[in-house]
């Protein structure tokens, strides 16, 4: 008989996340606000203990962009309970030092299925990249991306929109995530298609054209091949 596992406390999680120096850790209550944080996101901000970050928001702490962007991220999250997933953006690290970062966020539920608060890290791109070798059109080309799923963002369209070769722009996904930009787009797709499967209002054919395939067979076979199982045995196990 397997024991079944407790759930893990916030205050763990922090004393876990405090000795990942490239990861920042957060969890955030209903309105946005810090409730948790690890050491290296309050290093990151040039602050010296987590007290000064708890009960803030992102714009509370930081200036410009850089506490806009993620306050605004976290009211979508909060708003719509759905996930952010492996974004990549730019973050302070310390006074006139930003890095790229790869940022998830995942809304936090109660009993009712009410969404209470997020939790959620962002890790350093850790590869041999300065800040000025990734470029701005490129992020921004993935944001356009994860936002829309159009059918029409193919690995051309990507190239076209971060102004970049295609072989740069190969070269540059395949560091940042280790994929081709093909592999990529399809992933973020199924991810996406995933997330919305648990939602009972929406059929299959719906998710697939909101995910950006053609038909609902094109769907369930990229589905089938990414996970093992089709969109509707998926559904059937959440």
């Avoid at 916030?10 to 409730?35: C, H, I, M, Q, T």
């Avoid at 992102?58 to 009211?75: K, S, V, Y």
């Amino acid at each position: 008989m397997h024991s079944r596992v407790a759930p893990v406390d916030v205050a763990l999680l922090e004393r876990l996340f405090d000795r990942s120096p490239d990861v920042a850790f957060f969890v955030k209550d209903g309105v946005g606000r810090y409730v948790a944080v690890n050491e290296s996101l309050v290093a990151r901000h040039g602050l010296k203990s987590k007290s000064q970050v708890i009960g803030n928001c992102p714009r509370d702490i930081c200036p410009g962009d850089f506490g806009r962007i993620p306050t605004e991220q976290d009211e979508k999250v909060l708003r719509t309970g759905r996930p952010l997933v492996d974004h990549l953006e730019m973050q302070w690290h310390r006074p006139n030092d930003p890095v790229w970062c790869l940022t998830t966020k995942l809304p936090m539920l109660d009993s009712n299925g009410a969404v209470v608060g997020l939790i959620g890290f962002s890790r350093d791109v850790r590869v041999p990249v300065e800040p000025h070798e990734i470029p701005k059109d490129f992020a921004r080309a993935l944001e356009e991306f994860e936002q829309s799923l159009s059918s029409e963002v193919t690995p051309a369209w990507l190239a076209r929109r971060s102004k970049l070769s295609s072989q740069r722009l190969a070269r540059l996904t395949k560091r940042l995530f280790g994929l081709t930009p093909s592999q990529f787009i399809t992933k973020s797709r199924i991810a996406a298609a995933s997330r919305m499967l648990r939602d009972p209002d929406q059929s299959v054919s719906e998710i697939a054209h909101a995910c950006g395939f053609y038909d609902h067979s094109a769907f369930t076979r990229a589905f089938r091949s990414a996970t093992g199982i089709t969109p509707s045995e998926f559904r059937t196990q959440q």
